[in-house]
Each structure stands twice: as C-alpha cells, then as structure tokens.
C-alpha cells in the first residue's frame, strides 16, 4: 500500500495533541478519544486519506503496542479503527 506523506500535518498534530487526549484502554472510552482525534486532525487540516498515516498518534502504552503488532498501518482508517475498537471493547463496539 503506498501511503501520501502528510508530514507538515504530522507535525503539527504532534504539537498539538497532549498525553491525557491519548487512547490508552485504561478507563477511556474509544469513541470520546476518536471525536478529540477527528477535532485535532480537522484543525491540522489533514485530509481524511491521510489519518491512517498519523492514527498513531492518538495511541498510548497497549493500544500502540497493539496498532504494531498488527500491523495496522497497512490496513484502510475505518477497518484500522474498527480493529483497535473490537479487540478492546468487545464485539458490540465492532
């Protein structure tokens, strides 16, 4: 899959993005931080083809160990996010 390079908005959702914004499973709901990710990657004006590119960054501890160990930055943002969703919060968030 080749994947645009979005790295002016990269960055600036690096800057803009604090840890406690971060989905880690802990006691955090997916939806509440995929609404701060959708805010936060409007403001950096990142088209929506590019979000799997930097879905990263919304990771903290288990879930990014997870979005690594399966690979999802070969997968499409809606089946990537879908993923994360099931395999923490059971098949009636799928």
């Known amino acids: 899959m080749h994947l645009p390079i979005y790295s002016k908005e990269a960055a600036t959702i690096a800057k803009i993005y604090i840890d406690n914004q971060k989905y880690n499973k ?5 939806n509440f931080k995929l609404t ?5 990657y409007k403001r950096a004006s990142l088209l929506p083809k590019g979000y799997i590119t930097v879905f990263l960054t919304m990771l903290k501890g288990l879930t990014q160990d ?16 879908n ?12």
């Open 26 to 30: 802990v006691s955090n709901s997916f």
């Open 36 to 40: 701060i990710f959708y805010n936060i």
């Open 66 to 81: 997870y979005y690594y160990n399966s690979s999802l930055l070969t997968r499409l943002f809606t089946k990537a996010y």
């Open 83 to 94: 993923h994360m969703r099931y395999f923490f919060k059971g098949l009636e968030y799928y």
